[in-house]
């Protein structure tokens, strides 16, 4: 077993500061990539600041950012959050749409996680194992929610292969089949949110969120690490499926 990780203290600057940056230990059998890993995981103050807060990790204040921004997740919203674990979407989700009733006066929310894994309870939130690309997984959902949806949000990522346009490809991919989720269990004027990673084969993905709702964005909140590829497409103003209704006209 790996010694854990340790801390030196660097030399103090000019202005008697020290530099308290954590350093990893290179152990027999750690990675170098593993230990880089955990020293940015050591050093990142959203990591720290989950930590403080309660949150199950630094990912909580993408969704956080986001919707500071956009404002979708208003209290008595219905919210599908896809590939949930390990919760700190959710977390963010009870608290800003009332699903506990904490608010006063407020109307009441409703969030809904889903993921292929057993996620650990959260107050507030109904959790449930599914493979939200089964036959028949979006009339289970409306069936849980009570009704459609107001948010669906996912920050799902496929597992890496270490080819980036791979997956990039694979992302967006997973991007497309959660959004054609939404597009079944979201209400007129709901919003859809999902990680994406910039690289250039997201076109027609865009394309077709672009007719099913009014805006479409595309931002990279403050907790998305700089060097990450990663973004996030916030489409709001679900108008309901474009190509459903050309085909209507056609026939």
């Given amino acids: 077993m790996t010694k854990g990780p340790t801390s030196r203290e660097g030399k103090s600057s000019g202005r008697g ?3 308290l940056k954590v350093r990893v230990k290179t152990a027999r059998g750690r990675k170098l990539s593993s230990k880089l890993w ?15 807060d309660g949150y ?8 956080l950012e986001l919707d500071d921004k956009y404002r979708f997740l208003v209290p ?16 963010i989700a009870v608290a800003r ?17 889903i993921d292929l894994q057993e996620v650990d309870p959260i107050a507030g939130a109904e959790i449930h194992q599914l493979d939200f690309l089964a036959e028949g997984a979006d009339m289970q959902v409306k069936e849980w929610l009570g009704g459609p949806a107001d948010v669906v949000m996912s920050d799902m990522a496929a597992a890496s292969s270490g080819h980036k346009g791979t997956d990039h ?28 990673l910039a690289g250039g084969a997201e076109t027609e993905m865009q394309a077709m969120l ?10 990279k909140p403050p907790a ?15 108008r309901g499926r474009r190509e459903d209704a050309d085909e209507d006209q056609r026939d």
């Fill in 76 to 91: 008595g919203a219905r919210v599908v959050d896809l590939g949930c674990a390990p919760g700190g979407w959710c977390q």
């Fill in 97 to 113: 749409v009332n699903a506990l009733g904490e608010k006063s006066g407020k109307r009441v929310g409703k969030v809904l996680g």
């Fill in 224 to 238: 998305s690490r700089s060097d990450s590829s990663e973004k996030f497409v916030v489409a709001t103003g679900f």
């Fill in 210 to 219: 672009k007719r099913n709702f009014d805006k479409v964005a595309n931002v």
């Fill in 169 to 196: 490809i694979r992302i967006v991919a997973l991007v497309e089949a959660a959004a054609a989720l939404a597009f079944d269990v979201l209400e007129p004027g709901g919003t859809f949110v999902a990680k994406v």
């Fill in 17 to 19: 500061q020290r530099d």
């Fill in 38 to 52: 955990l020293e940015r995981q050591l050093n990142d103050p959203y990591v720290a600041r989950a930590k403080r």
């Fill in 56 to 63: 199950r990790g630094r990912a909580a204040y993408k969704i």
